[in-house]
């Protein structure tokens, strides 16, 4: 029984003690491979959306037996954290099925979703954890944070703070999380949205980060703070540090697991059996208010590959089905700004997201590693979402869309230096903070496009 994070800390000083290398091989990878045949756990790499029932049944069963049999590990200490059956059926019982963010007239709900539902998902908009030059943070957050369809917003992680460069885990750190919350209470308040809801502090990588923002003047306990796990099934002391922060103070935790898909659990059957235990644990381990589903593609990195949108929407409809909670779906295209295919490849993954019972997140573009993403793929990625809902797509429909738009841009994926597009700064210009016409033109050309194909966006 846990009585509280003292019970699961405690856990982290007396569990099995097991090395990192056996850790991966004899309670991952193994363990994944015997579940994976004994739930018969296969995927139709033409069929992104799956849409048998059983299938997704069997997935969710291989999870829950992965998070008992296996437990988690802490690497700090290299001792093993198991849960007993009893205790992960609690974890899915303290998890909220609703949740205010931000305040006042700007407050959003977030609520569980389910397969198909009819009510429009929550887009929460940013490029989370991109590095982030400090003279284009305000203009790209406020980009995003204009647009109406927006709900939420999040950030890129700054690489300099006042032309110095931010060490991990040093004071440079608390200067950056308190720089970039500064900033971004003041981009909320230019574009007339002071009480909108955060997912920041993506400057703070370690747990001192975190402390320095714990304050209403930074950090809201209505906005909320990244505890990750580690690939796979992995957590260190720091992230143990920043869930418990989070108790006393009252900030929103999202837990964060990002599985690959191709790499310890497998191929994408595999991968999503490693995410449902994530998950599972994640509600105590990491104090989880709300799950962050971000697969993502050993090679290619991108979640709109078929795999990684597979996991995704596998996942979002297990957890619909056996234990709802809040998933919020991040979307990291390989394409950048001022690229076709960018548009593409959000309008594929927000479809799978919204349809199989998840909220949007993003646009994490030129897969989160450049600042070459704006608020105009924001939009498109809401516009997507809620077009899927208000014309009551099924999973057999949006499964027929996302074919027609893998035809028109999984060719970047065998693209030498990716497709990157370009800066912020020259797909928007940063006076009037409206797309350059170059890109405003692309965006209407392939919102035509996806309207000929039976969608209807806004």
């Avoid at 209470?185 to 402390?211: F, H, I």
């Avoid at 992230?239 to 922060?245: D, E, H, K, Q, T």
């Avoid at 349809?355 to 498109?380: C, I, K, M, Q, Y």
């Avoid at 009551?392 to 499964?399: E, S």
Wanted: hydrophobic share 40%.
């Amino acid at each position: 029984m846990i009585h509280s994070y003292l019970d699961i800390l405690d856990r982290a000083k007396t569990g099995l003690v097991v090395s990192k290398a056996d850790w991966d091989m004899d309670y991952v990878v193994l363990p994944v491979r015997r579940l994976v045949k004994k739930y018969r756990l296969e995927w139709d790499k033409n069929q992104v959306i799956p849409e048998d029932e059983d299938l997704i049944d069997r997935l969710f069963q291989a999870g829950m037996e992965l998070a008992v049999s296996s437990g988690i590990y802490c690497i700090a200490t290299g001792r093993v954290i198991k849960f007993s059956q009893e205790e992960i059926n609690e974890g899915i019982a303290r998890v909220p099925r609703t949740l205010q963010m931000g305040e006042g007239k700007d407050a959003r709900e977030l609520y569980v979703r389910k397969v198909m539902d009819e009510r429009p998902p929550l887009v929460w908009a940013g490029n989370p954890g991109t590095p982030t030059p400090e003279e284009l943070f305000m203009p790209c957050v406020m980009s995003w944070m204009q647009e109406p369809l927006v709900d939420l917003a999040t950030c890129g992680s700054l690489t300099q703070v006042r032309g110095r460069d931010v060490e991990t885990g040093k004071p440079m750190e608390i200067v950056a999380a308190r720089w970039e919350l500064s900033q971004l209470r003041e981009a909320l308040r230019r574009v007339g949205r002071p009480g909108m809801g955060l997912l920041a502090g993506q400057s703070a990588v370690t747990e001192l980060g975190d402390l320095a923002i714990s304050n209403p003047k930074y950090l809201r306990p209505t906005d909320s703070h990244l505890v990750a796990l580690f690939n796979e099934l992995i957590i260190d002391q720091i992230n143990m540090a920043r869930a418990l922060n989070s108790e006393d103070y009252g900030m929103r935790n999202a837990s964060l697991a990002t599985v690959m898909v191709g790499g310890l659990g497998g191929d994408a059957p595999g991968a999503a059996v490693v995410q449902v235990a994530s998950f599972l644990l994640a509600n105590w381990v990491c104090l989880a208010d709300y799950h962050l589903l971000h697969p993502i593609h050993i090679r290619h990195v991108a979640t709109s590959t078929r795999g990684v949108m597979w996991v995704q929407s596998a996942v979002e409809q297990a957890f619909a089905r056996h234990a709802p909670c809040i998933i919020i779906s991040d979307i990291y295209p390989k394409s950048g700004a001022l690229t076709r295919e960018l548009l593409y490849e959000v309008a594929a993954n927000a479809i799978v997201i919204t349809v199989s019972g998840g909220h949007l997140e993003g646009v994490g573009s030129a897969d989160g590693a450049l600042p070459n993403g704006t608020g105009l793929e924001a939009r498109w990625m809401a516009e997507v979402g809620h077009a899927v809902t208000s014309q009551g797509l099924t999973l057999t429909q949006a499964n027929q869309l996302v074919s027609q738009l893998l035809s028109r841009y999984e060719h970047v994926f065998q693209m030498p230096n990716g497709n990157p597009g370009v800066r912020f700064d020259q797909a928007y210009n940063l006076k009037t903070l409206k797309p350059v016409p170059s890109w405003q033109q692309l965006y209407e050309e392939v919102k035509a496009e996806v309207r000929e194909m039976g969608l209807k966006p806004l």
